[in-house]
């Protein structure tokens, strides 16, 4: 990409589509995010129903891990950037949420994170309610959330990104570049929650289905 075009603050290219070869607009638009530096929003739509967008960090592209504590109202209002090739984990909860293939950018706050891990609980519970310890599982988990929400429990939201373009931008965020290792295991695939062998997957498409399901 010629850098004079990273210099203007929007501006589109256009390419052929990877589903239907038409032509496609992408778009640029640059946008400077306080405490943390230059980002690129790139975004693309077909009529074929492809689309794409993604949050490119310009100051830096080290694989990173973002570390940060909930404790408090304040905390939920850290802002998030989660490109395509962010990962996000809550440790304490078990949850772990995975890129996908079709999966969008996007940026938000703590509380915005929170707030999607929950619909995609409350979509994967409808799936497993014949499954006594699975929804059991899933209510315990959207509890533990509303506590988190409501400023009753604390948690640990960690972001880790291969290609630098995920970050928390909070004072209290601890940063550490990743090792190559490290980077290396990061997986993109599904939402995938690990609830102590009770598992429960959310596909791409948001097709959600028990683990080991038909």
Same mark, same amino acid.
């Given at each position: 990409?010629?850098?004079?075009?990273?210099?203007?603050?929007?501006?589109?290219?256009?390419?052929?589509?990877?589903? #239907?070869?038409?032509?496609?607009?992408?778009?640029?638009?640059?946008?400077? $995010? !306080?405490?943390? &530096? /230059?980002?690129?929003?790139?975004?693309?739509? #077909?009529?074929?129903?492809?689309?794409?967008?993604?949050?490119?960090?310009?100051? %830096?592209?080290?694989? +990173?891990?973002?570390?940060? %504590?909930?404790?408090?109202?304040?905390?939920?209002?850290?802002?998030? @950037?989660?490109?395509?090739?962010?990962?996000?984990? =809550? !440790?304490? +909860? &078990? $949850? =772990?949420? /995975?890129? &996908?293939?079709?999966?969008?950018?996007? @940026?938000?706050?703590? /509380?915005?994170?929170?707030?999607?891990?929950?619909?995609?609980? +409350?979509?994967? %519970?409808?799936?497993?309610?014949?499954?006594?310890?699975?929804?059991?599982? %899933?209510?315990?988990?959207?509890? +533990?959330?509303?506590?988190?929400?409501? &400023?009753?429990?604390?948690?640990?939201? @960690?972001?880790?990104?291969?290609?630098?373009?995920?970050?928390?931008?909070?004072?209290?965020?601890? *940063?550490?570049?990743?090792?190559?290792?490290? *980077?290396?295991?990061?997986?993109?695939?599904?939402?995938?929650?690990?609830?102590?062998?009770? /598992?429960?997957?959310?596909?791409?498409?948001?097709?959600?289905? !028990?683990?080991?399901?038909?």
């Amino acid at each position: 990409m010629n850098q004079d075009h990273f210099k203007r603050e929007n501006f589109e290219t256009r390419i052929s589509c990877p589903l #239907c070869q038409s032509d496609l607009v992408m778009k640029w638009q640059r946008d400077n $995010i !306080p405490y943390f &530096g /230059e980002v690129m929003y790139i975004t693309a739509r #077909c009529q074929c129903s492809f689309r794409f967008a993604d949050t490119m960090i310009l100051s %830096s592209k080290e694989p +990173m891990r973002y570390k940060l %504590s909930v404790e408090s109202p304040e905390d939920l209002e850290a802002r998030v @950037i989660r490109s395509t090739s962010g990962t996000i984990r =809550i !440790p304490e +909860m &078990g $949850i =772990i949420v /995975e890129p &996908g293939t079709v999966s969008d950018s996007y @940026i938000t706050n703590i /509380e915005g994170v929170l707030q999607r891990v929950q619909k995609v609980l +409350m979509t994967a %519970s409808k799936w497993v309610q014949e499954d006594e310890e699975k929804f059991a599982r %899933s209510q315990e988990l959207l509890c +533990m959330l509303d506590e988190v929400i409501e &400023g009753k429990r604390t948690i640990t939201v @960690i972001v880790e990104d291969p290609l630098g373009n995920s970050a928390i931008i909070s004072k209290k965020a601890v *940063a550490t570049k990743l090792s190559k290792e490290e *980077a290396e295991k990061l997986n993109t695939g599904m939402i995938v929650f690990d609830v102590d062998k009770s /598992e429960l997957e959310h596909d791409v498409s948001d097709n959600v289905k !028990p683990l080991g399901g038909d």
